[in-house]
């Protein structure tokens, strides 16, 4: 199953992409095995300032066609990691092929994408920068990797 995170605003070179980067690179290697994998971080910029109208657009072509939507809002379900694993071992199982994980930029997603989403995810009641939000993200991925796989790098 192929996972996308699309994400509103450009990740510039730092500790947040190194971050990125790593944790998707080791998710690739231990996803593989439990039939996750690729992923890849796809980011799109409304140059024109039309808010979150103008990204929802950026953002929808950019979501594989017939993926599975997860919109990243605090509106959405907390889910402790073990419980993110299974979800995704579940659409996984349930032989859904793409799955785009989208962040929304400053002002969050717009509500028309929001409704379109098959599942909304929360990080929390806090709002996190969606630069952070990626890292976070990626490192859950690498952790149900590991879950669903039997490694030791999740303890509870």
Request: contains cysteine.
């Amino acid at each position: 199953m192929k996972l996308r995170i699309c994400a509103v605003g450009r990740l510039r070179r730092g500790p947040e992409r190194e971050l990125v980067d790593d944790y998707l690179t080791r998710f690739e290697r231990t996803g593989r095995a439990v039939g996750l994998g690729p992923a890849e971080l796809v980011e799109v910029e409304d140059k024109k300032g039309g808010g979150m109208v103008a990204e929802a657009r950026l953002l929808e072509s950019i979501i594989p066609s017939g993926a599975l939507v997860v919109a990243l809002d605090e509106r959405g379900k907390l889910l402790g990691s073990p419980e993110f694993a299974r979800k995704l071992g579940g659409w996984r199982d349930q032989g859904r092929r793409d799955v785009a994980l989208v962040i929304g930029g400053a002002d969050g997603i717009a509500p028309d994408l929001r409704a379109k989403a098959d599942f909304k995810l929360s990080f929390g009641p806090m709002v996190w920068p969606h630069m952070l939000a990626r890292v976070m993200l990626a490192e859950q991925l690498y952790r149900a990797a590991n879950i669903l796989s039997g490694t030791p790098y999740h303890r509870s």
